[in-house]
C-alpha cells in the first residue's frame, strides 16, 4: 500500500510539472509584446473596424485548451491618419462628421476625425465586452509594466463561464487579451499578469512612469524613460514610478 502512494503521488507530481511546462513565454517583435501563453500559439491577419468606422489592419493570436480560451488581438492604428485625410478629401462640402479637423496631423479631432478615434481607442474597445451577454463583476483601471489599460472581468450567462481581459494601447498599437474558462475554474489572472512588452529586437521593455498612449503614442511628449536588456533608456520621463499596491506590475 506504502509503495502504491508513493508511485501515485509521484505520478500526481510528474503530471503537475508536465501540466506546467505547457505555458511558455511567446514573443511578438511584429507587434511589440511577450506572454505566457499554453502552447504556441495560432497567429491569424484580419481587420478591426474602429468606433469611427476606419478600417484597420489586426493581428489575432489565439491557443485553445480544452475548454478554455486565450487570444491577444493588435490592431495598428498608426495609418488612421492617412485614411483621415483620405476620407477628409472625399467629404462634401459642410458634412462636418467627416471632416474633422483641418490643419496639423496631431489636432485634437484630426482629419476625418481620425486622432479622437486613437483616443477613445481603450474605451471603445471595452465597451466591446460590455455589450456582451454577460455580467461584468468588475471593470478598473490598471497597468501592465507601467502600460495603463481598462481590466474587465465577466461572467458569461450562457455557461457560466468567466472571462477576463485587458485592453492596452502603446505606439498606436491597440491590444486586446482576454482569457475565458470554464465554470468553477480560477480566473485567468496570470495570463494577463504575464503580460509585457519588448523592442524591435525582442529585447524586454518596463517603463519608468505610466505610459499613457494618447500623450506618448501621439507624439505630444517624448515617451517616458525604460529599462531595455538591463540598461536603463533615457526618455522624456521624470523620476521613478511605482505601481500602486494591488495594481498592475
Known sequence: MRVTTIVFAIALSIAGVASAQEWDQFVSTKDGFKID??????????????EYGYTLPARVYTVDKGKEHYSM?????????????????????GAEPCQGQRGGALSTIGPGYSVQDIRGALIYASFQFLKRDATVTHYLY?????????????????????????????????????????????EPGLFYQSLGWVDKDGN??????????????????PEPGHNQGGQFQGGGGRGGGAAAPGQGR
Open 37 to 50: 501563453f499554453p502552447g504556441p500559439p495560432k497567429v491569424a491577419e484580419t481587420t478591426w473596424k474602429s
Open 73 to 93: 488581438t493588435v490592431v495598428d492604428y498608426n495609418g488612421i491618419q492617412k485614411q483621415g485625410l483620405e476620407r477628409q478629401a472625399n467629404c462634401p462640402a
Open 142 to 186: 490598471n497597468w501592465q509594466d507601467l502600460v495603463e489599460g481598462h481590466e474587465i472581468h465577466l461572467t458569461n450567462r450562457a455557461d457560466q463561464s468567466r472571462t477576463m481581459a485587458f485592453v492596452a494601447m502603446r505606439e498606436n498599437r491597440l491590444y486586446v487579451l482576454e482569457g475565458t474558462v470554464p465554470k468553477g475554474y480560477p
Open 204 to 221: 524586454g521593455i518596463r517603463y519608468q512612469l505610466i505610459y499613457v498612449n494618447e500623450i506618448y503614442g501621439l507624439g505630444l511628449y
